[in-house]
């Protein structure tokens, strides 16, 4: 039962083969290059890998604008490639996940082509047409400064067609069965190439009803259900894991009350919270969004993370909240994007603080659920403001000191390799980490390796720890008589933290520290007492089979 629930315990690391590596010197990164990594990633720690798009493409949106389903962009290899790199990843233990974007196709997809052309075609119904543009069509743009509208008119097609997006990526008709029967298709076609799950691309918008009359979408839950048993019928244990930003109200009708629908989805909630808590050090709001998030099925499972491919997306704070996080980590209006998110990746965003990225990683790593790695987060990878929306924190990985980060021979890589200044690949870069013991990237696979042997994460239960401080989080692991207790300090200053075991237990819990020799044995009162450094944090595995404190939770 275990195996067939793997995402429990995963660690996911998440890439772009185009910024990955190159290995022919096109200035592209392709799959060729990505097998040369793949024994830096096994000995990193990450046991799964999610591929953004890489798909053909006109990439005009970073490959999200897919025009064709069932191949590899020539720029990145062939499907041969594709396939001996899953029999690779396999060799090594590690599974691979792909991006799975099917709200949307690429206005050069040969389906939308024909659809424009041949108002007879299948095709036509498998996309949102209206002959007249709607008078809501300004609404619900999911790019505010940059999208001024969700329906353009097609001059080959004579009518206006419906994109929740870039007016390059025309909707599709998820509600026709005919195009559901194709999502299906999809997802068997790359699971039969060794694929163990997808990361599904705007859920909300693939499952809701579409057209010119609609004024609110209904979502179609049942579709969820659906991609699961198909899954489960071609392979046991493949999986969805959903971009779902949605309120904590509505989780469950993505899980499923019994988990017959997905399996993980993003904790969009805890993440815009915590952002908020290392920008205040105020934990109430992130301590309310993880108990508002806790029901769930015992089969599911949250993916919890940091920073995306996206930007750090805040729409869910309240208007005092977003202006506190964009004064500590996007006072700029070039760090900001579409009026509700920072732009910039997280190293830049702490200034920098050694002290601040292991604290925020530790935590990531310790909150509940699944913890999901950018690549480049490993060394501390900073950002290139200059280049255009979120393609700012997209740039090429930096593997050393040879020009472009030792990333391609070309002259002209994909995108800029960022060079010069604190984060250029000069500084930063896997090469030189890699002989510094004491360098971030040994740090990180360090706390990943304890983070793999720490199961109570992934199955137990938690418990968010009543404590004096408002700027120390403590939360508490409960899994099969084993239980671990994890505290961090949002403070600048240091902090001693002093709690009492439970009552009724004659004898006093030792706290074995897991990360260090810095243990803590009860005095004979039964009181703990941990000194708390600045952005201090501690792993505590509980000796005995006490409960350290009552199960009361905030």
Known sequence: MLNDLWYKNAIVYCLSVATFMDSNGD??????????????LQGLGVTTLWLMPFQPSPCRDNGYDIADYYNVDPRYGTLGDFSEFTHACRQRGLRVMIDLVVNHTSDQHAWFQEARRDPESKYRDWYVWAKRKPANAADGVVFPGVQKSTWTYDEAAGAWYFHRFYDFQPDLDTANPHVQAELLKIMGFWIQLGVSGFRMDAVPFVIATKGADVKRPARQYDMLRTFREFLQFRKGDAIILAEA??????DLQ????????????????????????????DTAPLKKALLATRPRPATAQWGVFLRNHDELDLGRLTPAQRKTVFAAFGPKPDMQLYGRGVRRRLAPMLGGDRRRLEQAYSLMLTLPGTP?????????MGDDLDLPERECARTPM???????????????????????????????????????PNSFLNW??????MRREMPEISWGDFAVLRLPQNDVLGLRYDWRDNAVLC????SGAARTVRFRTAPGKAASPSLVNLLSDDHSQADAGCWHTVVLEPYGYRWYRVGGLDYLLKRSEV
């Open 372 to 380: 999901v790695f950018r690549y480049g987060d490993e060394i501390g």
């Open 27 to 40: 200035g592209v990164g392709d799959f060729q290059g990505l097998m040369r990594r793949l024994d830096y």
């Open 487 to 490: 505290l961090h300090n949002f």
């Open 245 to 250: 930003n949605v309120l904590p109200d509505a």
């Open 398 to 436: 930096q593997w050393s000191t040879e020009p472009h980060g030792g990333f391609t021979l070309h002259d002209k890589p994909v995108a800029p390799v960022i060079a010069g200044g604190e984060y250029g690949f000069e500084r930063v870069n896997v090469a030189s980490q890699r002989r510094d």
């Open 254 to 281: 993505y899980f499923g009350d019994v988990g017959e629908r997905l399996q993980m989805m993003f904790n969009f909630q805890v993440n815009q919270n915590t952002f908020y808590t290392l920008a205040s050090a």
């Open 444 to 449: 990180t696979e360090r706390v990943i390796r």
